[in-house]
């Protein structure tokens, strides 16, 4: 069964533009990650907030939660063409099953 | 070492061959996991190794079977596949769950093939 589910599912930017990704889900968790995979490579993992957490940031990442909308939603600031890759969010409450991901395209 | 290898990295199989993909981690982690990954889709978790025992089967077709030989190995032996079965094959580990699932590590990958 499918817990997080991204949008937009594609997102083209300009280098140096903020991106907002969204995620949202269907049951109460303890935790909520985000990974990023680059193409046809393994995934890695971002951040992990959990359900007591409101706001997490790590580097140009900031990510929020709101349990009571059941959703998060993934900032990337000053975006870069390294950060050009899929992202998806996936609960912590079961093993993790992932959305689909929105597919971050960073033009230089 | 935050590392989890996996080898092969490509693997091209005929449909009455037999491999086995391999996976490692040295982080102490006693959860591990196989997904089979399709091309533009999100991985879909296929078993999961707790303290070296099965605990999950996401209801895989017998042609795959997991075996976690220690708590740093996982290996995935395949028979009989099917070309359907064609995808990137990705492990990961992860300290073993309590009160929620931890974050995950994941290896690079096997690319499957099969003809």
């Known amino acids: 069964s499918q817990q997080g589910e991204e949008d937009p599912q594609a997102l083209s930017i300009q280098e140096g533009e903020n991106a907002t990704m969204n995620c949202s889900y269907k049951?109460?968790?303890?935790?909520l990650q985000w990974y990023r995979q680059n193409s046809g490579r393994g995934l890695v993992h971002l951040i992990l907030?959990?359900?007591?957490?409101r706001e997490k940031h790590s580097g140009r990442l900031r990510v929020t939660l709101d349990t009571s909308k059941k959703s998060s939603s993934l900032l990337i600031t000053a975006s870069r063409a390294a950060d050009t890759a899929s992202y998806f969010c996936a609960t912590g409450n079961t093993p993790l099953v992932f959305g689909k991901g929105t597919r971050l395209s960073v033009i230089a | 070492d935050t590392e989890v290898t996996q080898t092969p990295k490509h693997l091209v199989m005929g449909m009455t061959n037999k491999k086995s993909l391999k996976c490692e981690q040295h982080m102490g982690h006693r959860a591990m996991y196989w997904y089979k990954q399709k091309a533009k889709k999100p991985p879909e978790l296929m078993f999961v190794?707790?303290?070296?025992?099965?605990?999950i089967n996401e209801s895989v077709p017998s042609r795959f079977s997991p075996e976690c030989p220690n708590s740093s190995l996982l290996n995935l032996h395949l028979h009989a596949l099917q070309p359907e079965d064609s995808a990137l094959y990705l492990c990961?580990?992860?300290?073993?769950?309590?009160?929620?699932?931890?974050?995950?590590?994941f290896g690079p990958g096997t690319r499957l093939t099969v003809t």
């Open positions: 190794y707790s303290y070296e025992k099965l605990s």
């Open positions: 907030i959990r359900s007591n957490e």
């Open positions: 049951t109460s968790i303890n935790n």
């Open positions: 990961a580990s992860s300290q073993a769950p309590g009160e929620g699932w931890y974050e995950q590590y």
